[in-house]
């Protein structure tokens, strides 16, 4: 009896291991790879407009009334649309007027276009288009192929206020892109490019609201960055004492700072070449100052080194930037202090972390010297293959050629080398001080 019941309960799994193994098929709510939505939001009067443009592939639940061929019919689609305006649009946007979310919109209008329409390049003929004439009844189109344009009205206080938004479209698309005109009254119309669900964006944000931001992007990007963590990690090797820290980190966050700040004014270049052979420098100071920990016992003036190397992750850091920015409104020189303040932030919070670690390896696990060895061979090793990874990539980009404009850039980039230089060699006059070998550390026993 117990066999038979063995055999049957083995006989189901097999049933239900083949079952689940088999193809299945592609069900109607799958969404596609990608989509790009267009928005233009434009406060007026005690209204606010935003208009929007949606690939209807977006939403393939929706049912459309169809005539001979397969065709929508243009004269019963309006119904339909609707309901996928709402479904897809008010569902999942939602419109800020200060701190305090505004109601759900009116529905003012909605338009089946066609894919070749260009109405949408700009606020004032997509506006005629969405409240002008529908398509012609005999218009030959199947709904895959069409875009829902809709017209939907806030109720706002005042068209002074500020506005902000959240646009969780991200579902809508596996690489969702949301292209946002806001046009507010008196001044200039502000373009963002949203990539997925972006979050809160202040679409006309105040310094505060702009400089926070900035601090929590700095804070995250240095904890996730594991090539800068690699560089403060050799830093505090030899050292972990604050005295003797305080330089170097202070050269480390000058430097970045200035040349953080010169590419936002588009001063550096803006070669393709550039960012790859920035990302490669990166590289080479890890595997530097991990090479000296092993062959410098006690290194004097690192802060020197450390301020060179620092205007090379600058640049890095401005990469990380120059999609962000957009969030910034007319507050960028504020966004960037804010992004070095968060950034210093969370290299403080390393520190913290860092020091009392090596501390206590080297006192109850290894020897001072030989961890010190251990440990920046093993960052040299992983940055080594990082920096052959990084020649690779910056190998694929032709010389640059040699023209007058470039040589003329040159120049200048070599006249602010030379005054840089001059100014830390005077600076490592006023700081000797500052530099003492690490030498009343207390020893492990294995010393």
């Known amino acids: 009896m117990l066999n038979k019941l063995m055999r049957r309960q083995f006989a189901l799994l097999l049933a239900a291991l083949t079952f689940l193994s088999l193809p299945l098929p592609a069900f109607a709510h799958n969404i596609p790879v990608e989509a790009t939505l267009q928005m233009f939001v434009k406060p007026e009067g005690h209204k606010l407009q935003v208009m929007i443009r949606v690939p209807l592939t977006t939403y393939v639940d929706a049912e459309y009334p169809r005539r001979a061929g397969g065709y929508v019919d243009m004269a019963k689609v309006d119904p339909s649309l609707r309901a996928a305006a709402t479904v897809i649009l008010l569902e999942t946007l939602k419109m800020y007027e200060g701190d305090k979310e505004l109601p759900k919109p009116t529905i003012v209008s909605t338009r089946m276009s066609l894919d070749s329409d260009r109405s949408f390049s700009n606020y004032d003929t997509a506006l005629a288009h969405v409240t002008g004439p529908e398509l012609p009844p005999e218009t030959t189109l ?128 803006d070669a393709l070449w550039f960012p790859p052979l920035i990302e490669m420098l990166i590289a080479v100071s890890i595997v530097y100052m991990a090479l000296e920990n092993i062959v410098v016992e006690h290194p004097a003036r690192r802060w020197i080194i450390t301020f060179f190397f620092g205007l090379v992750h600058g640049f890095g850091f401005s990469f990380v930037l120059r999609e962000t920015m957009q969030f910034a409104g007319d507050h960028v020189l504020p966004s960037l202090l804010a992004f070095n303040v968060g950034v210093e932030i969370g290299q403080l919070m ?98």
């Open 142 to 269: 199947f709904w895959e192929q069409g875009k829902l344009d809709a017209l939907l009205e806030y109720p706002i206080q005042s068209e002074k206020s500020y506005f902000s938004m959240h646009a969780a479209f991200d579902r809508l698309a596996q690489h969702e892109t949301t292209t946002v005109l806001f046009m507010p009254p008196g001044s200039a119309a502000r373009a963002y490019d949203l990539q997925g669900d972006a979050g809160l964006v202040h679409l006309d944000p105040t310094w505060y609201h702009a400089a926070w931001l900035f601090v929590v992007m700095g804070f995250y990007h240095i904890l996730e960055g594991i090539d800068h963590l690699l560089f403060l990690f050799c830093l505090v090797i030899p050292f972990r004492r604050v005295r003797p820290l305080i330089p170097v980190v202070t050269a480390f966050t000058v430097a970045h700072s200035i040349t953080l700040i010169a590419s936002a004014y588009g001063v550096a270049p």
């Open 350 to 447: 390393m520190l913290v972390l860092f020091v009392p670690f090596l501390n206590f390896l080297f006192r109850r696990v290894v020897a001072q010297r030989l961890g010190t060895i251990i440990l920046s061979a093993l960052v040299a090793h992983q940055a080594w293959h990082w920096m052959e990874d990084r020649f690779d990539a910056l190998s694929q980009f032709p010389w640059p050629e040699f023209t007058r404009d470039g040589l003329m850039s040159g120049l200048r980039w070599a006249t602010a080398a030379v005054a840089i230089a001059a100014l830390v060699w005077l600076v490592s006059l006023v700081t000797k001080r500052w530099e003492r070998p690490d030498k009343a550390l207390p020893q492990s026993p294995a010393e």
